[in-house]
């Protein structure tokens, strides 16, 4: 199994073209996910780049419908209809508190259907054999609570709900894949463990949505000690001094992820 880093925050190649957002690109040998797919067109550019054929994706995966995960999805046209898969209110609107400026996808439900296969689910959804889109995280670690950059149509906070992820059985374990995390990177991998029924994570990869070395972010790293896993890959909304800490904690574990970048896991 192959995860490319198509598009994240941070980059050390000039061949590489990144911004802010995420997109992965996933091989397995069931088959092959587009996650995310970051506010532009960098992550087609970054494919190929690195050789890959994104004719050759069976399934995309639509973290949430912030605009910096989904945008880039306006620019790509497979030939073929697949599965686009996502939680129900990816199509919410939403304001940044920072900006006051839409924070949500460039593309309605109606465009997106004539591109894609769309599916929308609450509930988890099996996407290939050993894979599973997540659908809306259940929030049971009381410290795993974020403060959310969005308000709705009313003025009030966007839960963001709809920000999910995907997890996939590995031989060696659970390989955890987030967007932004807003419902909590925890509280994702405990969800995670629910609904594969396994226990074991070898490695969780993507946005970890801590921004400050607080006591939230310090208890994460609590939780990564005593559930014994093995590989750390923070990605996009993990800010740097959140990464130092972790690399600090547990170094031997942690990589921060930079755009071409290519990681190896067991089938």
Request: with cysteine.
């Amino acid at each position: 199994m192959k995860i490319y880093i198509l598009n994240d925050n941070r980059n050390e190649k000039e061949c590489f073209m990144y911004e802010h957002g995420l997109s992965l690109y996933i091989e397995t040998k069931f088959g092959n996910i587009l996650f995310d797919a970051g506010q532009s067109d960098f992550f087609i550019k970054n494919a190929e780049k690195l050789g890959l054929n994104l004719a050759n994706t069976d399934v995309v995966v639509l973290s949430h419908g912030d605009y910096d995960h989904g945008n880039g999805l306006k620019f790509l046209n497979l030939g073929k209809k697949i599965r686009l898969v996502a939680h129900q209110d990816v199509f919410l609107n939403r304001i940044s508190k920072r900006t006051g400026k839409y924070g949500g996808l460039n593309q309605t439900k109606l465009d997106l259907m004539k591109k894609f296969d769309l599916k929308l689910s609450i509930k988890p959804v099996k996407i290939l054999e050993n894979t599973y889109f997540l659908g809306e995280i259940e929030k049971t670690l009381d410290f795993d609570t974020c403060e959310f950059p969005m308000i709705n149509d009313n003025g009030e906070e966007y839960k963001h709900l709809d920000d999910s992820g995907i997890v996939i059985i590995s031989s060696e374990g659970l390989i955890v894949i987030s967007g932004c995390a807003h419902s909590g990177i925890c509280n994702t991998i405990e969800y995670a463990k629910k609904i594969t029924g396994k226990s074991n994570v070898l490695a969780v990869i993507g946005g970890f949505h801590l921004k400050n070395v607080d006591d939230k972010t310090l208890k994460t790293i609590d939780y990564f000690k005593s559930n014994n896993i093995k590989q750390i890959f923070l990605a996009h909304c993990t800010s740097d001094a959140v990464c130092d800490e972790f690399n600090l904690q547990l170094k031997n574990q942690t990589i921060v992820v930079k755009v071409g970048d290519v990681y190896y896991f067991p089938d």
